[in-house]
Structure formats: C-alpha cells, structure tokens
C-alpha cells in the first residue's frame, strides 16, 4: 500500500495507473471504523484499484467547533487499510491542499445553508470544495459516499451534476453498532453508556418512520397537516428525554430535499440532527445526525 503524502507524489502514483483500470475513491477524515471500511469493500468490489484520502479537513469546520479535537489515529487508520488491500493512501497536510487567503469556495446557493447548513455555516462549502480539489487530485472513475451523511451526499451529487464532472457517485448504507446507534468517529467523544443512551433518537426516529409507512399503507398518503403534527410529535419526545436538545427534524422528498408536502413511502427521508449532552462536568454536547429514508 502507497502512502501518498503531497500532490506531487499522488500525480506520480496516479501517472502509472494503466489507463484501462477502474480507479475507485473514498474520501475520509479518518479515525476509521466500519462506516468507512464498508465504503472501502464497495469500492474493492466494484473497480480495480482504490484510492482512500484521510483529511481532516479545516474549511469545513467553523470557529467553535472540534477542529483540533477531531479524534486523529493515523498508525491505526494505515494497519486497517493495508488489511484491506487498498492500494494508495493520500494523506495531505493542510498547507499540501490550501493556499492561505485563498478566496474560492464551492457552495450550494440554498441547500449550503440548510439543515445541517444552519448549525454549521462553513460545513457544505468545506465539503464540496475539498471534494472537488480531492476530485481533481485523484481524477477517480468513481467516488464513495455514506448515506449515514445524506445531506452531503446530495450535495456532491448535485456538484458533480452541475460542474459536468465525469465521476460516478456511489453510496453505502448507513453501518450501525449492534444498538443501532450509527457509527460515527465523533462517537469517540461519548463513553459506552453515553453511547447507549444516544441511540434514543435514532429509535424515536425509527419508530415515526415506521408509523409513517404504516399510514401510508392504509391510505396511500399522509397528509401535510398529519405530517406536521407527527414531526412535532417525535421532536418533542426526543427534546423532552434527558440529556437530548433537537436542531432539526424534518421529512424530505429525496430528489429535492426540500420539505415533503405530504408522505408517501419511497419518496421520502427523514433527517434529524440532535445534541447530546454528556455526563461530565463540562456538559460537553456532541452533535449526532442520522436519518431514514422511507
Ligand atoms: P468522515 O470521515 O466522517 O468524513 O466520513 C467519510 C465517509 O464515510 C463519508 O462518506 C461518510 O458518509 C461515511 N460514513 C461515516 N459514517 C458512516 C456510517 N456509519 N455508515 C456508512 N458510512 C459512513
């Protein structure tokens, strides 16, 4: 396995990949676990050659927020992938990716700002930037998403499609610990019985999609104003259980990601965002998302 550390190096590699090879492409910040891994196998399955970057990557975090504490394990990160078989990884610094006072970012005039876009101003611009740099970088046939982080991976798609840019998205489905608490690197933050108390949300989040489908059965659709009440329903539960503070909860229509007017199953995805609060004396809040499409 190629430990790739600047551009320089990354264009070599990239140089003396015969042409006819599926290169595939999974972008990371690492401190791995198996979210990433299951993106790693996808992308081993279906090309010839894969490629993984780990970046942690400064445009995308906003002041405040856990830039310097993101948890960082190189070594480990390297012992997993070369198990895997992974052929190069890129492991850029920051001055190899950015040049100061650079000006240019990449946005998404309206959903760059919305849902996760509200609490973190600079987070989709960080994203999509930094994944068309990395795009131009590793010039990949294809590229691997987790839908464990559905509002990016719309929003890559959405790049890829308005720039002309000639990369197949992929994605993975969202991979769990055995509770059903998504498996996240922030999840490092939480201690195992604070892990075990955050999977709440996902189930109350379950259990909407699971009565929304249900209704949905019987009368083919849910009305907006029964939607709405559902929501608020499933807000307040979680809201109301200790330790839980809601930043949003909304139901999606998947091919626009604009609010669903009403509910029918196939079409939809809930998102939700939540901080938890820890034990500790600092109430340290971690910001956990999830989501379902139904
Ligand atoms: P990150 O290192 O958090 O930037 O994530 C790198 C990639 O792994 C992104 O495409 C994420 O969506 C994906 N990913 C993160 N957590 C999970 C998970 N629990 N299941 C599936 N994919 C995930």
Redesign the pocket.
């Known amino acids: 396995m190629k430990i790739l550390r600047s551009k320089k190096s990354l264009k070599g590699f990239r140089s003396l990949v015969d042409p006819s090879k599926k290169v595939a492409f999974?972008?990371?910040?690492?401190?791995?676990?198996?979210?990433?891994l299951?993106?790693v196998r996808k992308a081993k399955r279906q090309s010839d050659l894969v490629i993984v970057s780990i970046f942690v990557n400064p445009l995308q975090f906003s002041p405040g927020e856990d830039l310097e504490k993101y948890p960082r394990d190189e070594k480990n990160d390297l012992k997993i992938l070369s198990k895997l078989d992974v052929d190069a990884v890129f492991i850029p610094e920051q001055k190899e990716m950015y040049f100061e006072k650079s000006q240019i970012i990449v946005t998404h005039k309206t959903l760059s700002k919305k849902y996760c876009g509200a609490s973190r101003p600079n987070f989709f611009d960080g994203i999509l930037t930094v994944v068309l740099k990395l795009l131009h970088m590793v010039n990949p046939h294809a590229i691997?998403?987790?839908?464990?982080?559905y509002q990016?991976?719309f929003l890559i798609r959405e790049m890829v499609r308005a720039l002309d840019m000639e990369v197949a998205v992929h994605?993975?489905?969202?991979?769990?610990d055995k509770n059903g608490l998504?498996?996240?690197?922030?999840n490092a933050y939480l201690s195992d019985r604070e892990k075990e108390q955050a999977v709440f949300a996902y189930r109350q989040l379950a259990a909407l999609a699971l009565e929304l489908k249900n209704l949905a059965k019987k009368n083919k659709e849910v009305g907006g104003s029964q939607l709405k009440s559902l929501l608020f329903k499933t807000q307040k539960k979680i809201d109301d259980y200790p330790h839980f503070r809601i930043d949003y909860l909304v139901c999606l229509d998947r091919k626009t990601l604009d609010d669903a007017k009403s509910f029918r199953s196939g079409k939809a995805v809930l998102l939700l965002a939540v901080y938890f609060s820890c034990e500790d004396k600092e109430k340290r809040e971690v910001r956990l998302i999830d989501n379902i499409e139904i």
């Open positions: 999974v972008p990371t910040m690492g401190y791995l676990h198996e979210g990433h299951s993106l691997y998403f987790g839908k464990k982080d990016q991976l994605s993975a489905p969202t991979v769990r998504a498996l996240s690197s922030r």
